[in-house]
């Protein structure tokens, strides 16, 4: 039987964007609502999905090779493991459920809450679901405090359950939903692409794991850009370039009449709105947009 790479898809509020991640990327998964094994177009690789929470755990084990979690469960695991990071990091990847960017862990009371610091908390109790790495925040601080862990809707336990909360935010629209300030930051994380130290040590899996960590940087670095291409008359072309930002610099080739040439750039896709009708001014012509799944740097 051919052997194929185990990589651990998580499960819940990352599982759609990193199916769409993998997308962009060139891998097409498929996730039936009941089964924990979603197809891909890639016999080479096996998926399984885990709850981020557990796959830094899973992947240490060996169970499976490699999988996506947040830096915030990767620390979870290695303070429960004594400090010692059993993982490798391969790629970091900012996205997260809503957005491509980093979510925040904090410390957060209710609005009308006597605690303005963290150091206020002295023998207080904190609902978290992250309470290794809480218990290293507050230990570090120098501030006694019992850590509890929460099965859900932390952000309904203060004032009566507990004191405090510490809580994953991506907006912050929820803490403020439920009347809570931010006191201060215990943590940010974004998503890693993880993998098992003896799994690396196989070389087609590490070459596998390298190629993919590849195409999902690309599959980022594309989040957000286009492609622009145009023609303009050697007499304009300062003007234009002047108007044009670039990933590195603009590429211009020549065209069949020596009068013209081609200019091909990457910008961001919020500019293009007010972009085009400045690059017409400049009279610049045959304007083409064009969507980007990857960019390699």
């Not at 898809?9 to 769409?20: E, F, H, M, R, V």
Request: charged residues 25%; glycine residues 6%; contains cysteine.
């Amino acid at each position: 039987m051919e052997e194929r790479l185990k990589l651990g898809i998580p499960k819940g509020s990352l599982q759609d964007a990193t199916i769409q991640l993998f997308a962009r990327a060139g891998f097409n998964i498929y996730a039936a609502s009941r089964s924990y094994y979603p197809a891909i177009d890639d016999p080479e690789i096996e998926c399984m999905l885990i709850r981020a929470q557990e796959m830094a755990r899973y992947v240490a084990d060996g169970v499976i090779d490699a999988g996506l979690t947040g830096q915030d469960w990767i620390a979870e695991h290695t303070a429960g493991n004594g400090g010692m990071r059993c993982v490798v990091p391969l790629a970091d990847l900012i996205y997260a459920k809503q957005s491509f960017g980093r979510v925040r862990w904090v410390l957060a009371v209710p609005e009308d809450s006597r605690y303005r610091e963290p150091r206020d908390l002295e023998d207080a109790t904190i609902a978290t679901e992250l309470v290794r790495v809480t218990q290293a925040y507050f230990m570090r601080l120098g501030v006694k405090v019992t850590v509890e862990f929460s099965w859900g809707a932390t952000e309904v336990k203060p004032p009566v359950l507990a004191d405090a909360i510490v809580e994953v935010t991506e907006t912050g629209s929820s803490l403020r939903a439920n009347r809570l300030r931010v006191i201060d930051t215990v943590l940010e994380s974004n998503t890693q692409l993880i993998a098992n130290p003896a799994s690396l040590q196989v070389a087609w899996r590490r070459t596998k794991l390298e190629n993919i960590a590849l195409l999902l940087r690309a599959a980022i670095e594309a989040h957000g850009r286009v492609g622009m291409m145009l023609n303009v008359r050697r007499a304009d072309l300062e003007g234009v370039l002047g108007l044009l930002p670039a990933l590195q610099r603009p590429t211009i080739s020549p065209l069949s009449d020596d009068e013209w040439v081609a200019v091909n750039t990457i910008i961001e896709e919020r500019t293009v709105r007010d972009l085009i009708p400045r690059l017409k001014g400049a009279r610049a012509e045959g304007i083409v947009e064009y969507p980007l799944n990857k960019i390699v740097l």
